[in-house]
Each structure stands twice: as structure tokens, then as C-alpha cells.
């Protein structure tokens, strides 16, 4: 041992608070206290032991706020295709994979030859994940593909809309000829947030889902080990740098309470399967080169806070005039992380960090108190849950419009310095998820 606590002996809370002063030419440290309008929360920019509110032990230790893995922080890079022509689809895939992703996201078309779409790609080496655009596509799929694939291959169907889709989907249809379960259903918080949502009401939102998921999957005849194996979270990634990774670590936290409160037979399965997607609600199309910044720090936030794949989305894939350029950097940004940064290293590197410990307990302890709430009328699928659910989104979409009207918030080249340079690219018309439009600032400002 090299002895660092008698090299660096610890300092108590006053003494830090005395040096924190005396640093700030403050007399007291109000200044450091935050209240953020959007989640609703106070909480301080700093935090010593004495004063810190929970223990969440070590990478691999329940409550899992800092994950399942002990060795790294590896992740999987994504590019993600929407797929209209299969042939076209499919180059781009294959070129993407020689530009650095290790992992395709398809969204499927209605009708998708899947031999054409997958020709050369080796899914022994790489893995693919499915957004089907029907029961009957994921089937086909899970019966084709992702039972001779089960390691690599995921099925990502989201249900939240589709109550009725429960009813044709046998056991038979979900669990795999061998021992190992595929990821099958999507948790899709990324398209809550895309219509505004808050960061605590995104955990919610997959709370509800989730858990749903898992009393329906169980009905079938599951174990609550092969249900949990099932249950796929995609998170979007706002550019709140620390409340991002406070919610990715207290969504980990609260979904092993959830699994936890099944008694699984296997410790894995209190863990939960995240993908982070960056999206559109604050990027801008006028002043295209700033969303670099942004999609950085958001990238560096999932990262951070223990994602298994991350999507950065090429700056302008909703609009009318997508860049080659914005969907190779969309790819170098997570590689750059990783293989110059070294950001797969450390496992869980703002671990012992007591203000962001104190701000995500301080997430945990409000997304849990509004999902016990929720949960007990009936959850997701309850017409009166979805409706307040609803109605707590409608209500932060309109703060974070009016924070950029008011000027409350900058965000650079969409409400200050902009972009003297005309731009000809522009937004796709809103599209609607959970009976809600998607928001961007840049686009959305005339709503208000």
C-alpha cells in the first residue's frame, strides 16, 4: 500500500466549506446551491462524505447505481438506419461498419426482404438490433434471425401504443431454442424525450413500461429471469451534462429495485440493457456546426453514466438535406471517446463523486415516489396514467420553449449569436409518439 490517506489527509465538510469560501470571496456558499426548472430539484455543486445521503457501494454491487461490470466501460458504437430501400440500406450499413460502428440499429420498413438488407453482413462478429414495424415482422424476425443469432442479434419492438399486441405473442414466441435470451422488447424513452420530456419523467416513462413488460411477460409463462433478459431501455440524451448521468445510474438503481422485488433467481437479471440515442430537440440546422459541441457532451454524458451502445445520430437526420459529413462525425465522435479519450477504461469513473451521488438519489427518490404513484392506477396502459403523464410532458414542453424565448436558457446559434451565414436545410414537420409531437427548439419556437 502507498499509503495516499496519510499523503492526502481527508478534510472534513467545514474545513472544505471554510476553503470554498475563502475561494468564492463568499461569506456563505448560497451561491452554489442549483434549483433546475425542468427537473423541478434543488441540489448543491458540491458534496463532501459527512454530508452524502446513500452508499452505492462498488461497480457490480446492488443496488447496481454503478452498474453490473467491474473490468471496463466498454460500449458498442451504433449507426442507426431507417430503412425505405433494402439494397441502399444495406450498403449503408456495410459502409458504416468499415467507418467504425460495431452495432446496426434497423428501423424496418412495412415490407423488408431481409436476405437483401443483411447480404455480407457477418452477425457472427458484429451485433444487429431490429425495430420491427409490426407483431407479425417480429416473429418472422425473431424466428428466422434471432434464434440462430441469439448473442448478437436483438429484437427492439415497442409496445406502448400496441396494448392489443400482447394478445398473439406466445411463450413460444419469445424464448430462444437455447439457454440464452435475446433482448426482444423496446423501453423507448429516447421517443419520450424527443417530444420534451424531463429527465425524471423519462425514468418514469420506462419505470411504467418496463414493468408492464415485465407482469406480461410473466403472465405468459416467463420466469422473472427470462422476462428481465427481454427488456431492452433506449435512453435519450439531453445536454444537462450531470442530471444525464445522474438518470442513466438512477434508472439502473430503480430497475433492479423493480426486478429485485421478484426475487430472480440470477443476480444479472437486476441489471437493464441501455442504448443512448442522441436526438433533435436542441440541435439546430441554422448554425449546423454547433450541434458538435452538444453532441459531445451529451455522448460524454451516457458514457459516463454506464450505457451499453450509444447512438449519436448525424446532426440533421430529420431534415431535408442530410450531410455525409454529419453522419461521419456522428460516428467519430463515441470512437474518439473511446480510443483517444480512453473513456472505456475506467468503470464508472463519477463514482465517489458526492454531489452527483447526492443528485442522483435526489432523481431516484422523485422518479420513484411519481412511478409507485402511477403504478398503483394501473400503469402505462391505464387511460388516466397516460393522460397525466401526458400532461406533466405538455407542461416542461412548454418551460423549455419559453426558456429559450425569454432567454432564461442560450443556446448558441438558435437563440444567441447566430449564424450570419443563410442555411438553406430545415426541420421535417413534427411526428407524433405517445399522442405527442416531437419538439425541436429551433423549429417549435412559433408554437409560443
Known amino acids: 500500500m502507498i499509503g495516499l490517506k496519510d499523503i492526502f489527509p481527508a478534510n472534513s465538510q467545514e474545513e472544505w466549506s471554510e476553503r470554498l469560501k475563502k475561494d468564492l470571496k463568499a461569506d456563505n456558499l448560497d451561491l452554489l446551491d442549483r434549483y433546475d426548472p425542468i427537473e423541478e430539484i434543488e441540489y448543491k455543486c458540491f458534496g463532501h462524505s459527512e454530508s452524502s445521503v446513500q452508499n452505492t ?4 454491487e446492488l443496488p447496481l447505481t454503478r452498474g453490473i461490470r467491474t473490468s471496463s466501460n466498454e460500449w458498442r458504437n451504433v449507426s442507426h438506419i431507417i430503412v425505405n430501400n433494402d439494397k441502399k440500406s444495406n450498403e449503408e450499413a456495410l459502409d458504416a461498419l468499415m467507418k467504425g460502428a460495431d452495432m ?6 412495412k415490407e423488408t426482404d431481409l436476405s437483401e438488407l443483411l447480404k455480407d453482413i457477418q452477425l457472427e ?10 407483431v407479425d415482422q417480429f ?57 420534451g420530456a424531463s429527465a425524471i419523467q423519462e425514468i418514469l416513462f420506462a419505470l411504467l413500461t418496463g414493468h408492464e413488460y415485465l407482469i406480461r411477460l410473466m403472465k405468459k409463462g416467463l420466469t422473472i429471469d427470462e422476462a428481465s433478459a427481454c427488456i431492452h431501455f433506449r435512453n435519450g440524451i439531453g445536454s444537462n451534462y450531470f442530471i444525464e448521468i445522474a438518470k442513466t445510474r438512477a434508472l439502473k438503481e430503480l430497475w433492479a429495485k423493480v426486478v429485485g422485488s421478484y426475487h430472480p433467481e440470477h443476480y444479472c437479471s437486476n441489471t437493464c440493457s441501455i442504448s443512448a440515442f442522441t436526438g433533435n430537440v436542441n440541435k439546430s440546422v441554422k448554425d ?28 440533421d437526420f430529420n431534415t431535408s438535406n442530410q450531410s455525409v459529413l454529419a453522419k461521419r462525425l456522428g460516428l467519430n465522435i463515441p470512437l474518439i471517446l473511446k480510443e483517444e479519450s480512453y473513456f472505456n477504461f475506467v468503470t464508472d ?9 447526492d443528485l442522483t438519489w435526489k432523481l431516484a427518490e422523485k422518479s420513484w415516489g411519481l412511478f409507485s404513484k402511477l403504478d398503483k392506477q394501473g400503469g402505462i396502459y391505464s387511460p388516466n396514467v397516460a393522460a397525466q403523464l401526458r400532461a406533466m410532458v405538455q407542461n ?5 420553449l419559453n426558456q429559450i424565448k425569454d432567454g432564461e436558457k442560450i443556446l448558441i446559434g438558435i437563440n444567441k449569436f447566430n449564424n450570419p451565414q443563410e442555411e438553406t436545410n430545415h426541420f421535417h414537420p413534427s411526428t407524433k409518439y405517445f399522442e405527442m ?8 419556437l412559433t408554437e409560443i
Not at 457501494?57 to 457490480?60: A, N, V
Not at 462478429?125 to 409490426?134: E, R, W
Not at 456546426?289 to 451502445?309: K, P
Not at 409531437?437 to 417549435?444: A, H, P, T, V, Y
Request: glycine share 6%; aromatic share 8%; with cysteine.
Open 104 to 109: 446496426i440499429c434497423f428501423t424496418l420498413a
Open 125 to 134: 462478429y458484429i451485433h444487429v438490433a431490429f425495430i420491427p414495424s409490426s
Open 349 to 357: 469513473p463519477m463514482g465517489g463523486s458526492h454531489s452527483l451521488e
Open 139 to 195: 416473429k418472422q424476425i425473431k424466428k428466422d434471425i434471432v434464434n440462430n443469432n441469439p448473442l448478437n442479434t436483438s429484437l427492439w419492438l415497442d409496445l406502448t401504443s400496441n396494448e392489443d399486441g400482447w394478445e398473439s405473442i406466445t411463450k413460444e414466441d419469445i424464448l430462444n431454442a437455447s439457454v440464452t435470451q435475446s433482448n426482444l422488447f423496446l423501453v423507448d424513452g429516447y421517443m419520450l424525450r424527443e417530444t
Open 57 to 60: 457501494g462498488s461497480p457490480g
Open 288 to 315: 449546423p456546426y454547433t450541434n458538435l459541441l452538444r453532441q459531445t457532451t451529451e455522448a460524454m454524458s451516457a458514457i459516463l453514466g454506464g450505457i451499453d451502445n450509444i447512438c449519436v445520430e448525424p446532426y
Open 437 to 444: 409531437n416531437s419538439l425541436i427548439l429551433e423549429r417549435d
Open 396 to 400: 416542461t414542453r412548454k418551460k423549455r
